[in-house]
Structures are given as structure tokens and as C-alpha cells.
């Protein structure tokens, strides 16, 4: 049950497009198409779920923000970065063991 | 509107016990799994444990398997963690969720509630 691995920071301008990866192993990422992502907009505020099953968006969440996955490594893109896009990004991973595994977060910076 | 609402939080001295609730509302809550994910003060998200609709399939992360046991009670529509030999490392905020199919897309989330271990 190892963390997912994240870049710690990202960063952008407004308008402009950010990838974050979130590199697992054969036995989350690679072996399950059930990748998703999560929101923070601060510390102590509840995670929002912005994309599931590795690129699949729920109701509400803008079209800027899509999903991939590569072998054991899964992406998130925010395109036409956005002041209120400033917030912490997690992974996360169904893993083997029956178990479910984040990553340790990305703080991405609108500039 | 779905709703989580945790509570049972608070300050517990280091090896003791407490019992966190989640209460849900708005949805059919047998038909959910639901999860514990933590996190510490200035951390990242860590997922605790997960129970099926029924309660018949619980799992836990390998850092609280042992220590922790997640049940959940559907005539109360509430899920519960009852934590024991608490350690510092265990301080954190303790985040409800609800997965619709048991394969971590955590659609709902509480607000927390915090857990102090602390001498």
C-alpha cells in the first residue's frame, strides 16, 4: 500500500493548460481503470471528486479538466487554467488487497 | 442533498480508544459502499477502511488493520469507526465518503472530524 506518486507543485498562468501525473505500479494504476481525481481548496475543506475511472467527469465539473492513463501512470490536465483552479490535486488508485491508494498531492499555482 | 456527518472526534490520550459516526442522509444508503480517509495537519489524503452496503466486506489499510474496526448500521443509515490503541501517528482529520460501486470513486464527502492524540 505504497502512496501514488505526485509532483509536489505545478504551476501556470492563467488561460494556459497543466498536466499532473500520478505515477502508481502495476498493481494499482496499471492493473485498474479506476483512477480518480480529487480537489482541495484548502486544507481542513472536504476533497471533491473532479474525475473517475480514470477520465470520466461528474455532473457539474467544467470540461477543462480531463483524464488519462498510460501504462502505470495516470494524468490530469486543467486546460484554460483559471484563478479558482488554485488548490491541491490527489490521485488516487483501486489497489490489490482490496484497498484504495492516494498520492501524495500536488499544489498547483495559478500565477 | 446527500449529506455525511461525522462526529466523535476529540482529544484521547496516546493507547486509548474512541468511536468516530458518520451519519448519512439523502440517498438509499444500503445501496453504498462507504470509506474512512484521513488527513493529518499540513498532509496528504490516506484512505483508513471501506465496508460494502451490507457489512458483510470490510477492509483496512495495513497501518490500522488490527486496531480499527469499521461497521456500519443501515437501520440508522450511519457508519462507524471505532478506533483503539490510538497512536500520534492516528491525529488527523477524519473524512466520511461515500464510493457508489466500491472501486474508490469517492463521490460524497463529509466535512471531518478531527481526532487529537495527545498526552
Known amino acids: 500500500q505504497s502512496a501514488l506518486t505526485q509532483p509536489p507543485s505545478a504551476s501556470g498562468s492563467p488561460g494556459q493548460s497543466v498536466t499532473i501525473s500520478c505515477t502508481g505500479t502495476s498493481s494499482d494504476v496499471g492493473a485498474y481503470d479506476y483512477v480518480s481525481w480529487y480537489q482541495q481548496q484548502h486544507p481542513g475543506k472536504a476533497p471533491k471528486l473532479i474525475i473517475y475511472e480514470v477520465t470520466r467527469r461528474p455532473s457539474g465539473v467544467p470540461d477543462r479538466f480531463s483524464g488519462s492513463k498510460s501504462g502505470n501512470t495516470a494524468s490530469l490536465t486543467v486546460s484554460g487554467l483559471q484563478a479558482e483552479d488554485d488548490a491541491d490535486y490527489y490521485c488516487?488508485?483501486?489497489?490489490?488487497?482490496?484497498?484504495?491508494?492516494f498520492g501524495g498531492g500536488t499544489k498547483l499555482t495559478v500565477l | 442533498e446527500v449529506q455525511l456527518v461525522e462526529s466523535g472526534g476529540g482529544l484521547v490520550q496516546p493507547g486509548g480508544p474512541l468511536r468516530l459516526s458518520c451519519a448519512a442522509s439523502?440517498?438509499?444508503?444500503?445501496?453504498?459502499?462507504m470509506n474512512w480517509v484521513r488527513q493529518a495537519p499540513g498532509k496528504g489524503l490516506v484512505w483508513v477502511s471501506r465496508?460494502?452496503?451490507?457489512?458483510?466486506?470490510?477492509n483496512y489499510a495495513d497501518s490500522v488493520k488490527g486496531r480499527f474496526t469499521t461497521s456500519r448500521d443501515n437501520a440508522k443509515n450511519t457508519v462507524y469507526l471505532q478506533m483503539n490503541s490510538l497512536r500520534a501517528e492516528d491525529m488527523a482529520l477524519y473524512y466520511c465518503?461515500?464510493?457508489?460501486w466500491g472501486i474508490g470513486d469517492f463521490d460524497y464527502w463529509g466535512q471531518g472530524t478531527l481526532v487529537t492524540v495527545s498526552s
Open positions: 465518503t461515500r464510493d457508489p
Open positions: 439523502g440517498f438509499t444508503f444500503t445501496d453504498y459502499w
Open positions: 465496508i460494502n452496503s451490507d457489512g458483510s466486506t470490510i
Open positions: 488516487s488508485s483501486f489497489a490489490g488487497s482490496n484497498s484504495v491508494v
